[in-house]
């Protein structure tokens, strides 16, 4: 094999899939599937883990309400409501899946739109992977639960 033909680097693909679930039944009422954008801080934080130079991973998902175009300058999410460690599970060689069911109590109601993992339970402080903004938005509360399921694949390009 000659060395035109090999392809160097990686890159990383966040797939989202957020379900909608109807608490009383167990019934999914909608998803949605996109992809979302590694940022600039989450770049760097894979970097650094790569490197040696940093033992802090990422844990947390975090939902919220922003409907503002992700950039890869965001460091949080616009209106962040709620952030939960993931349950982390490795599908595939070169995957990390991050899963949490967020559930609402009484009187909690929210058009989810934004989604992003983060390194830490507390937004201050906490460096962002990637976000991803789902329109339009899909409401919550006690009585729908949200599903987020964010699988990051890194592979060639």
């Known amino acids: 094999m000659d060395s035109k033909s090999l392809k160097s680097g990686f890159k990383l693909i966040g797939e989202v899939e957020l379900k909608y679930i109807e ?23 894979v970097t650094r883990l790569i490197g040696g130079n940093s033992s802090t991973n990422f844990t947390h998902l975090a939902i919220g309400t922003g409907t503002t175009a992700v950039q890869s ?5 616009e209106t962040e409501v709620a952030r ?40 201050s402080g906490s460096t962002m992977l990637n976000r991803m903004i789902q329109s339009p938005a899909k409401d919550v509360d006690a009585d ?12 060639r390009p």
């Open 23 to 45: 608490r009383a039944t167990g019934k999914v009422l909608a998803i949605y599937r996109g992809r979302n954008t590694v940022v600039d801080t989450g770049l760097d934080r």
């Open 84 to 123: 939960q460690a993931a349950t982390i599970t490795y599908p595939a060689n070169g995957q990390v899946k991050f899963n949490k069911l967020f559930t609402f109590g009484s009187g909690e109601s929210y058009s989810i739109s934004e989604v992003g993992i983060f390194d830490n339970a507390v937004a």
């Open 73 to 77: 300058t965001d460091t949080e999410l």
């Open 144 to 155: 729908i639960d949200l599903d987020v399921s964010i699988t990051v694949t890194a592979q």
